[in-house]
């Protein structure tokens, strides 16, 4: 790595996390300010909110952030370099824009390995505390509110709950069939199933259970009260507020692995984010070559102009982000192709630019 090489990635770097320290500060500022009343409500200290939630919630916002404030960083390092004519010197020592090109990549591929880094383990950590935080503080109380509800819990046996108490794990009208191919084979019928927290079992009141014989008839047994364990939790039945967000990458792929086997009809949008974090550190090398393209010569809007430029582009890829994950949520697209549309089409965009921008 030459001299060069170090002087802009330092200045990028540089840029970029001053950019994210100044931004996302100011929106936080912004936010405790919308949410003081409820703060005051429950009588919490600044320093209690601070060290509760906003500690969590800056990482949240610099990742949320990131396209904008990466093609701030951008923008300004290299517009800075075009208008002190440090660019002009670079290329005119035989330098090509291509070879120009290599730090700004070099310094989004750590950006972008540091930000898969976060996004995958770190930062759901995080906002599983504001979640926490929110629903104690903020969030209106949430209520479990589903009827008639049907959950494949394994190969052959599903369960049914007309309806369910969040509130004291109580389950009612609980029936448990076993069904093959488009036969019913059994069905166990219960008034109610209430969760054993000291047993990690559901314990069922007595309980009909009436097996089918085919053509020979069917026998009906009554059973008295028993603990069972089944392929179903109270968290099942848990809020799924920001859920995604609050897991790591392995228990995402475990999530979406228990939805994929119970047949659930909500698991396109948990692997569309999953392929999301995957997809990130790509669109961050895009984003950046896009910035370097655009403010590579002196403009005569000076550097607020191309800042401004880059704000537009950075918010109409976050449009894209999240048309592309509302299209795999409704199953429109796969949720694999939703995760790249946005990077395949800024690469379509920057490819455009780079050969008609004069450089």
Known sequence: MKILDKYIISKFLTAFFFTVIMLVSVICVIDYTEKNDDFLHHNLTFWHVLTHYYVYLFP???????????????????????????LVAMLSSGMSFERLLVPYTVGAAIIGALTFGL??????????????????????PWKYEGRNIHVKIGPRTYAYLESYDATHNIGYRFALETIDSTSLRRRLT????????????????????????????????????????????????????????T??????????????????????????????????????????????????????????????LGFVLAFV????????????????VPPIVAAWIPGAVFSTIGLFLYRVVPK
């Open 60 to 86: 949240y916002f610099a990742n949320l952030l990131a396209p904008i404030t990466i093609f701030i960083a951008v923008v300004f390092v290299t517009s800075r370099l075009a208008a002190r004519t440090e």
């Open 119 to 140: 996004i995958s383990w770190i930062i759901p950590k995080g906002t599983k505390e504001i979640v926490k935080f929110e629903n104690l503080h903020v969030q209106e």
């Open 190 to 245: 219960a008034d109610a199933i209430t969760w054993d927290s000291v047993k990690q079992a559901w314990k069922m009141t007595t309980q009909s259970v009436r097996t089918f014989h085919g053509q020979t008839g069917e026998t009906l047994v009554s059973q008295p009260a028993r603990d069972t364990t089944l392929n179903l939790y109270p968290k099942d039945f848990a809020s799924t507020y920001r859920l995604a967000e």
């Open 247 to 308: 897991l790591t990458s392995p228990e995402l792929s475990a999530l979406i692995d228990n939805k994929i086997l119970r047949g659930a009809n909500d698991t396109a949008q948990y692997l569309s984010v999953k392929y999301e974090r995957y997809a990130y550190p790509f669109d961050t090398i895009i984003l950046t070559l896009i910035g370097v393209v655009l403010s590579a010569r002196k403009s005569r809007a000076g550097v607020g102009g191309q800042i401004a």
């Open 317 to 332: 890829f976050i449009i894209f982000v999240m048309l592309s994950r509302n299209l795999a949520s409704v199953g429109s």
